[in-house]
């Protein structure tokens, strides 16, 4: 598959008619915190499975807005008690806009693997600053099968970081 193809792959709209019942009340709960926000963005439905409603948001304001992490987070939290709350089902909703989390994730993979050259080139751990769990997760899975390394996880949430250590 060449690159255009995956982009275009990856930027399939799916339609809300395909979806669950819980996946399209959680979809026009997004839908509704998107017009009351008055911001020119719609939800679209990038991927879907049991669990998660995978939704990008579109539109003029939805990058500038949204396209950094803690404002993304702050509004998945808030969509996600919400729909805690009035969707029967287990749904949860991820946000993304402007391609955020890929290149988050991006960056998380390349600063583990950093950080674990440095704990083999000098035998001592490296501490990576305080992360939201799914991130903690991605650097997590990263070093997973590294022989050399071993990471864990340290302090109490919103202060909880990973540390990176020689085997």
Known sequence: MSGSEERQQASA?????????????????????????????????????ATYLNIE???????????????????????????????????????DAGNYRAN??????????DCAAQVKERQEECEIDPLPPHERRIIHNTLLDDPEIRTYSEGEEPNRRIIIAPR
């Open 13 to 49: 709209e799916i339609a809300p008619e395909s979806l669950s019942e819980s996946a399209r009340s959680a979809l026009a709960i997004v839908e509704e915190i998107c017009s009351l926000s008055r911001l020119q963005m719609r939800p679209v439905v990038r991927d879907s499975d």
């Open 57 to 95: 948001l579109v539109g003029e304001d939805a990058g500038v807005a949204f396209g950094r992490g803690v404002n993304l987070d702050a509004l998945q939290y808030l969509s996600n008690l919400i729909v805690m709350r009035q969707v029967h089902g287990e749904v949860r909703v991820v946000l």
């Open 104 to 113: 988050r994730e991006a960056a998380l993979r390349k600063l583990a693997l």
